[in-house]
């Protein structure tokens, strides 16, 4: 992910004000199938192709101070993919994992997980906790990958935990509020979403963090991922910054 100080966003935006780049920015990564058949390839190419992607989104967010990154990269609906294409996505996975071990260490990323990864196999799981175990002391972006997630089944899950308080005693039925919920989900500490991405067109959200993206900003470009870049994350920026953010609320003034 190359050197990546999160220190002057208005060198690199400078028609941007610093309080209008997200905090928090999820991207729901779309178009690598469509980016293959382009040129007569077999989809899974367009996967390797993503990790470019990827890479370069991740440096630049990290360059712009944003503070969490979050990208869609397998859904719980995912596994219905023919096993090959499924086979070949946990391996690169595995990869991405221990490969971008170095970049993660010296750019201070926190690499993390949501959804339900140790279900995942084996040899993907255990190098996904390695890294998120190496980088857990770090302070700088949270990358976070959603893997085997669903918005629903993390509700679900999140349900389950509070059900099991309670049956425990360490909580009492009438304690259950938002917040009670939200501290039960794959990632208690993750921040709301400012701004959802998504490419090759599609105007859906599919089951992405459903809980966390409440009052966010929806950005959908038809760039495929493969080809998604810096640019393009600049481009998504200056239309989110550009939004009046109302959370319910009357416009002021
Ligand atoms: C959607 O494209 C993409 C995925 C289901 C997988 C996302 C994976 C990557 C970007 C590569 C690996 C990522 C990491 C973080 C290592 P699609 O196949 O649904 O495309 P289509 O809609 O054109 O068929």
Do not use: C
Request: positive net charge.
């Amino acid at each position: 992910m190359g050197r990546a100080p999160a220190s002057f966003p208005e060198r690199i935006l400078p028609d941007v004000p610093r309080e209008k780049i997200p905090a928090s920015v999820g991207i729901i990564m779309d178009g690598n199938g469509r980016w293959a058949r382009r040129f007569g390839w077999e989809r899974i190419k367009g996967h390797t192709a993503g990790i470019d992607a990827v890479r370069d989104t991740a440096r630049a967010a990290a360059e712009l101070g944003i503070s969490e990154l979050t990208l869609y990269a397998f859904s719980v609906e995912n596994w219905k993919r023919p096993r090959r294409e499924v086979t070949y996505l946990m391996e690169l996975l595995r990869r991405f994992a221990i490969d971008e071990r170095p970049e993660i260490e010296r750019n201070g990323i926190r690499f993390r997980t949501i959804g339900r990864v140790a279900e995942l196999p084996e040899k993907t799981f255990s190098a996904l906790r390695e890294t998120e175990r190496l980088s857990a002391g770090n302070d700088g972006m949270v990358l976070r990958l959603a893997l085997n997630y669903g918005g629903r089944a993390e509700l679900a899950d999140a349900a389950r935990r509070i059900a099991d308080d309670v049956v425990a005693g360490t909580l009492r039925p009438g304690d259950v509020d938002e917040a009670a919920l939200a501290a039960r989900l794959y990632d208690a500490s993750m921040r709301e979403v400012d701004m959802v991405v998504r490419t090759a067109s599609e105007m859906r959200i599919s089951n992405f963090l459903l809980w966390q993206i409440s009052y966010a900003e929806l950005v959908v470009t038809d760039v495929l991922w493969p080809d998604f870049r810096r640019a393009n994350l600049y481009t998504a920026i200056r239309e989110y910054a550009a939004r009046e953010r109302r959370f319910g609320e009357l416009v002021k003034g």
